[in-house]
């Protein structure tokens, strides 16, 4: 299930993002919300919509396609859910895949910290047949190398990890065995704090691709209905983009 050449993913939250992503050349986009203030949660139909539209306009134009993946998570916090939010994340991945999106990224674990594989099987039967990318709820465990083996089974494509650090440039020694680990069973990309300068020596671990916002700051206040958020927002940075396309080029 290995890539033949590390490639690169971008988190974004809106169309202008996917197209600065695309431009760039990056294989796939994690399509979220409210990325910088709760880690990312599921977007709204209306966006998908539009990224899978964009993605069918530019490959009818004779470009590559730049696949169109969504963050299935209701809510910020834990990754261990109760019954209602596991079907609600259940009816969210039929519904995107409905609207044509080319794969899911999901994660769900049990109180004492293992992949909960029942609602991973759930989830994944829902993506019928799309890749599914496990999120970093790998990083909230003890044992990332027993998770592998559960993700394996279970079918997923690939694993999104920082190797346990706020930053993956941080935990670049436990990606590589995971790398190691998982011998290409499933995917590792790594992800979290990732910046250009620091695409070389991930892609030096082995990893199979490379994932980040490469966002910054827009200042803005919603008022007094803007719930609280007085610190505006963040766009994807193409020149941030083009950076990491450019090292990745390098590696």
């Known amino acids: 299930m290995s890539v033949s050449r590390p490639v690169l993913e971008i988190a974004v939250q809106d169309l202008a993002g996917y197209r600065v992503a ?7 986009v994690e399509v979220c919300a409210a ?3 709760t880690g990312g949660l599921t977007p709204g139909a209306g966006l998908l919509a539009a990224l899978v539209a964009e993605r069918e306009a530019r490959a009818a134009g004779g470009a590559a396609p730049t696949g169109v993946h969504v963050l299935v998570r ?10 209602d939010e596991l079907d609600v994340q259940v009816r969210e991945v039929r519904a995107a895949v409905d609207l044509g999106v080319d794969g899911v990224v999901v994660g769900t674990l049990t109180a004492d910290g293992r992949v909960d594989e029942p609602a991973l099987a759930a989830l994944v039967a829902a993506a019928d047949g799309r890749e599914v990318t496990f999120h970093r709820a790998v990083d909230s465990v003890a044992d990332p190398l027993a998770v592998l083996d ?3 089974a279970a079918g997923v494509t690939r694993v999104l990890s920082s190797g346990g650090e706020a930053r993956s440039i941080d935990g670049v020694r436990r990606l590589a ?3 190691e680990h998982t011998a290409g069973a499933v995917q590792v990309m790594a992800g979290g704090g990732v910046r250009p300068v620091d695409v070389g020596v991930l892609v030096a671990a082995g ?4 994932h980040l916002s490469a966002s910054r700051a827009v200042a803005g206040d919603g008022g007094p209905g803007g719930g609280g958020s007085a610190g505006g927002w963040t766009v994807t940075d193409p020149d941030l983009v083009a950076q ?3 090292a990745l080029a390098r590696a």
């Open 22 to 28: 695309a431009d760039a050349g990056a294989a796939r």
């Open 150 to 152: 559960a993700l394996a």
């Open 177 to 179: 065995a995971m790398v």
């Open 244 to 246: 990491a396309a450019a």
């Open 35 to 37: 990325l910088s203030a």
């Open 74 to 83: 209701p809510r910020p916090g834990s990754f261990v859910y109760d019954a």
């Open 207 to 210: 990893v199979d691709a490379v």
